[in-house]
């Protein structure tokens, strides 16, 4: 029996996406997986895949969903429909702000359909106002200091949970 190789990918411009992949592929090749990392724009085949994760950041409600939409229903929607899929979401949730996890949930899982997804989680991500466009330091988001709110222990105890739900 040839073991499933797992792609991790993640659409972002500003940092959290990337860092959480790697660190869900870490544990994935710890527990002994063949794991791929790799940015969405740099995918060009799903061929040797087994199960893809994919990463979004969450900017701007349904519309700031990076690349996740070309990906999934352009590139490679064939392949995505074959193969069991899970997604994780980043969006600058943080204690002391509302975050309204069903409806950034339910936008991600819209712009992948009709794929469905075995798991959908949104973790936390970082904030560097340094790294925001010009427009962006106008919003909401340009308000928020600087900061990391990621939840290690949260991405790891999700990683290692994907092999089993990744096994259909």
């Known amino acids: 029996m040839t073991e ?33 990392v ?6 060009t085949s799903l061929d040797a895949c087994g199960a893809v994760i994919m990463g ?13 939409g070309n990906f999934a229903k352009t590139r490679f929607s064939t392949e995505l429909a074959r193969m069991p899929v899970a997604l994780f979401a980043i969006g600058l949730t943080y204690p002391g702000t509302p975050a309204n996890e069903d409806y950034v949930i339910t936008n991600v899982k819209r712009a992948i359909a009709p794929i469905v997804p075995v798991s959908t989680v949104l973790f936390s991500g970082t904030i560097d106002t340094k790294k ?13 200091p600087s900061h990391d709110f990621q939840d290690w222990d949260a991405i790891r105890a999700w990683a290692r949970g994907l092999p089993k739900m990744l096994n259909r």
């Open 132 to 144: 925001l466009s010009f427009w962006q330091g106008f919003g909401d988001i340009g308000s928020i």
């Open 38 to 43: 790799a940015a969405m724009n740099g995918v």
């Open 4 to 36: 499933k190789r797992f792609l991790v990918t993640y659409s972002s411009p500003l940092g959290s996406a990337p860092e959480i992949a790697a660190e869900i592929g870490s544990e994935l090749r710890k527990a002994g997986h063949a794991v791929d």
């Open 56 to 68: 979004v950041p969450i900017y701007a409600g349904p519309r700031g969903l990076g690349d996740i």
